[in-house]
Structure formats: C-alpha cells, structure tokens
C-alpha cells in the first residue's frame, strides 16, 4: 500500500487564477475532513477550496467541487489521486479566481496539474507496520542496549530511570523479532522486553 510521501504546498498561476495544492496523509474520514477545514481557515478569501481522498477503510473515496461547475474539479483531483494507485491520500486544490474564466475543459486541466504537481512534490510512502516496545534492564547494561536498539534501526522515543533502566522504542515489525532474538540470545536473564502496540507509518522512497 502506497500514500504521499510528505504533506506538502504545490502553486501555480493559470489565466491570473492562483491554484495551490496541499498533499495530506489521513486515516480516517474524521482526518481528511478537519484538514480540509483547517485549509479552509488558511484561506478564507479563496474562491474555492475543492478536495478528494481515498481511505482503504471501507475503500471510501470522496471528493467536493465546492461550488465550482459539477464534474470540473473534485473529479478530476480524485482521479488524480486513483490514477497513482494511492490510499489514505487527501488533496485540496485552493484557487483564488483570477477574473478570465477557464471553461470546463480549462477547470479539468488546472485541477489535475495542481493534483499531480502536488503528488510529484510529495513523493511517494510505503504504508508499514511498526511496533512500540519497552524495554527494561539494569544500569550496567545501558550503553550496550542502546547501542544494539539503535544499530537495528528502532527509534527511541523516552528514557525512564528508577530502580532500573527503562526505554520505549519503535521499530519496524518485521525487524522487531529479529532484534528481540539477538538481544535475548545473550542477555535474556537480564532484560525484560514487553511489546506496546502496533502503528502504521510512512517510509518515504527515496
């Protein structure tokens, strides 16, 4: 599964209408609809701000023409959107009417150049698996713990000192056996490694 790699702000000018893409990476319909609200916030005096996205959950896609001619810009965008095979993708194309009207065929071009000019911006995302874990020892292993949860590419996102050491960390899950293996295989009397939860992130292809 794929998605946009960065959130993003694409513009270009058309017939003096200003056009401004923004990538977003949602989850869910609750997501995509407060960040089309906040662009709209951003841009109070656009003349349109116009939307699609598509959610692997219950395969919804959506998309607004917010009031321009019906067919002429949602549509388009979410095609856009279809086309490059991705998910839990939202864009929103912001225009400001630049006062030359543009036709239909004119409005379908625009909207899909500021689609895929976004997503080219953005890039593309792999959609993983990752697993939040702790891990607990004594303080005369801690340098050697982090070292070996580094190296095997885990993210380590908080540090707790008590009696003994404590980290939470996050790592890709088809890594995460592997290093709970190696590290047992030779500190398993000493270490306790209890597994957190299961998020999904992005890994941006390079």
């Known amino acids: 599964m794929i998605t946009v790699g960065k959130n993003i702000i694409t513009e270009f000018t058309e017939k003096k209408s200003v ?10 319909e609750e997501e995509a609809e407060e960040a089309i609200m906040s662009v709209k916030k951003e841009h109070p005096d656009a003349t349109h701000v116009c939307h699609a996205y598509i959610l ?5 896609q959506r998309f607004s023409d917010d009031g321009e001619p019906s067919g002429t810009a949602g549509m388009p965008i979410l095609h ?11 864009i929103t194309v912001t225009r400001y009417f630049g006062g030359i009207l543009l036709g239909a065929g004119g409005l379908v071009r625009a909207y899909s150049r500021s689609a895929s000019e976004a997503i080219e911006a953005a890039g593309i995302a792999d959609i993983a698996p990752f697993t939040e874990f702790s891990m607990e020892y004594g303080y005369d292993l801690h340098s050697q713990m982090e070292r070996a949860v580094l190296l095997s590419g885990a993210e380590i996102t908080d540090r707790q000192f008590t009696e003994n050491v404590k980290i939470f960390a996050v790592i890709r899950s088809d890594e995460y056996e592997k290093l709970c293996g190696e590290l047992k295989s030779v500190w398993h009397k000493n270490i306790n490694i209890e597994t957190l939860n299961t998020v999904e992130r992005r890994l941006i292809r390079d």
Do not use: N, P
């Open 80 to 90: 856009v959107i279809s086309a490059k095979k991705l998910c839990d993708t939202l």
């Open 19 to 28: 056009f401004i893409g923004q990538t977003f990476y949602v989850s869910s």
């Open 56 to 60: 692997r959950t219950g395969s919804l």
